[in-house]
C-alpha cells in the first residue's frame, strides 16, 4: 500500500514541479498528470503527482492530518 499526500504545486519546470507540503519543499515528476498548474493541489506519492485535487479537498485533508501530525509529537514527547 502506498501512501499520498496533499501537495501545492510552486513551480513547474521541463516536466518537474517543486511543490510544498507543511513547510518542506520537494520535487515531483508531473509526467502522469500533465495539465498541473502553478497553485494547484494534488496527490503525490514516491516523487510522482498521481492526481489533481481541488482546493476544498485539500483544505480537508489539511484538517485532518495537522491534528494528527500534532498527536504523533505529543506520544513522542511523552505528553
Known amino acids: ?3 499520498s499526500v496533499p501537495i501545492k504545486i510552486l513551480k513547474i519546470k521541463n516536466n518537474k ?3 510544498g507540503f507543511m513547510g518542506k519543499k520537494e520535487e515531483f515528476d508531473i509526467g502522469l498528470v500533465p495539465d498541473i498548474k502553478i497553485n494547484d493541489y494534488a ?3 514516491n516523487g510522482f503527482i498521481i492526481k489533481k485535487i ?3 479537498e485539500a483544505r480537508e485533508i489539511f ?3 495537522k491534528p494528527a501530525k500534532g498527536e504523533v509529537k505529543s ?3 511523552g505528553k
Request: include cysteine.
Open 43 to 45: 496527490l503525490a506519492s
Open 75 to 77: 506520544k513522542k514527547e
Open 54 to 56: 481541488s482546493n476544498q
Open 17 to 19: 514541479a517543486i511543490a
Open 63 to 65: 484538517k485532518i492530518i
Open 1 to 3: 500500500m502506498c501512501l
